[in-house]
């Protein structure tokens, strides 16, 4: 067996947090994800938004996950010699003269304290070209978007060179603590402690099955870009429009809580979602668009808790098992801070933050 720190399994944006946080800490590592193409981060759009929902409130904790979000990911970028990261302010078109009220009020006179502090400026409407926004817009900052593709899979090559990595499907009912390692004998590792990042998949085996995650799908599509829209920025309307590097648009994002799988088929519940979020997309614009050719229909379940928190921390009765989950919509702008804050509990033993651990009690929502 080979004998190192850390175990890690699913390498998303929890596993790959955790992977890059511990190697910075100079651990021995084993990852083991299945590599799937359509996993939650490979489809996810990177999205990482200071302001968010219909009460313009600031996204939860903004200042310490984005913090530490703003110096990870361009950190990795700088030892992989990638890009992946672009930082730059993200569009807001309000969708009600409320909204627009409601902004003016809690963000136009707001003064930025530091770089990390969210504000929200109004636009002209003339610098919008062609978008529909009868009651105007803003520009918010610090805002930001990961290519998750790229990230994770220059994240899963590096530790592959550094026989870090292994593809493969893990039983994690096979994972064994003896009480003083852990151990998961297909792939021939023993380790110090296993962390769980599995996403959703978490609830299919004995350890955190309890996990009180409450997942939604979400769809996304890519669009051949039509010849008179210009879109440079994130674009947060009926539905958020985002200008790929190679000169795409992706648009979504649907939320349901009762489909829960990733499959995109013919069922009339999956046409339905895509044809929504393309009526979704014409309303951006100010009269009728070339229609839209749609490249890629895309779907995953995001791993979402009740309270919309992330779920970390250790196992009932196992003190070498842990998991990070939980990161519902966020997972780009939480999972940098979220990982550090969970290995200081499995190297120092550190207290959890009651918000974030799993086992807080949570008012759960009953199934509809
Ligand atoms: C349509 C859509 C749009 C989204 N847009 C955004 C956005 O703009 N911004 C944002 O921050 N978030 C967004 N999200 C949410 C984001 O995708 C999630 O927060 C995040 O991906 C969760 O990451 P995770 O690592 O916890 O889970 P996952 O991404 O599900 O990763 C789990 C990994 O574990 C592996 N795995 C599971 N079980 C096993 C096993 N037994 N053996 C081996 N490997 C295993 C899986 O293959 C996978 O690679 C979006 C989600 C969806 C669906």
């Not at 799988?261 to 979602?273: A, C, K, Q």
């Not at 791993?303 to 070498?320: M, N």
């Amino acid at each position: 067996m080979k004998s190192v720190d850390l175990l890690i399994v699913g390498c998303g944006l929890a596993g790959s947090a955790i992977a890059w946080q511990a190697h910075r800490r100079g651990m021995s590592i084993a990852i083991a994800d299945r590599n799937e193409l359509q996993s939650c981060s490979m489809v996810a759009a990177g999205l990482v938004t200071p302001i968010t929902g219909s009460r313009a409130a600031a996204s939860w904790e903004w200042h310490l996950f984005f913090s530490e979000a703003s110096h990870f990911y361009p950190w990795i970028e700088e030892k992989l010699h990638g890009r992946f990261w672009y930082s730059e302010p993200a569009i807001r078109i309000f969708l009600s003269e409320m909204e627009r009220i409601q902004f003016e009020q809690k963000w136009f006179s707001k003064t930025s304290l530091s770089p990390t502090t969210p504000t929200a400026a109004p636009i002209e409407t003339t610098s919008l070209s062609g978008i529909h926004a009868p009651w105007g817009g803003c520009s918010m900052s610090p805002a930001a978007r990961l290519d998750t593709h790229a990230y994770l899979s220059k994240t899963r090559e590096f530790f592959k060179n550094r026989t870090e990595y292994h593809e493969c499907d893990v039983d994690c009912d096979s994972i064994v603590d003896n009480g003083s390692r852990v151990q998961l004998s297909s792939i021939g590792i023993s380790a110090d402690a296993v962390i769980l990042c599995q996403g959703v998949e978490s609830r299919k085996n004995q350890w955190f099955a309890e996990l009180p995650l409450h997942p939604a799908r979400g769809d996304i599509l890519t669009l051949e870009k039509p010849r008179q829209v210009e879109v440079e920025r994130v674009v947060h309307h009926n539905v958020w429009v985002v200008p790929t590097i190679d000169g795409k648009l992706k648009i979504g994002a649907t939320y349901n809580r009762h489909t829960l799988d990733g499959i995109v088929d013919n069922r009339p519940e999956v046409l339905s979602w895509k044809s929504e979020l393309i009526r979704r997309w014409e309303g951006v614009f100010e009269g009728n668009i070339q229609s839209s050719v749609v490249l890629d229909h895309q779907a995953a379940v995001r791993p979402a808790s009740y309270d919309r928190h992330p779920l970390i921390g250790r196992h009932i009765a196992s003190s070498r098992v842990f998991c990070l989950n939980g990161l519902g919509s966020k997972g780009t702008l939480m999972a940098p801070a979220l990982a550090r804050i969970v290995l200081s509990t499995i190297l120092n033993g550190d207290a959890l933050p009651p918000q974030l651990d799993w086992q807080r009690p949570l008012r759960r929502i009953k199934k509809t």
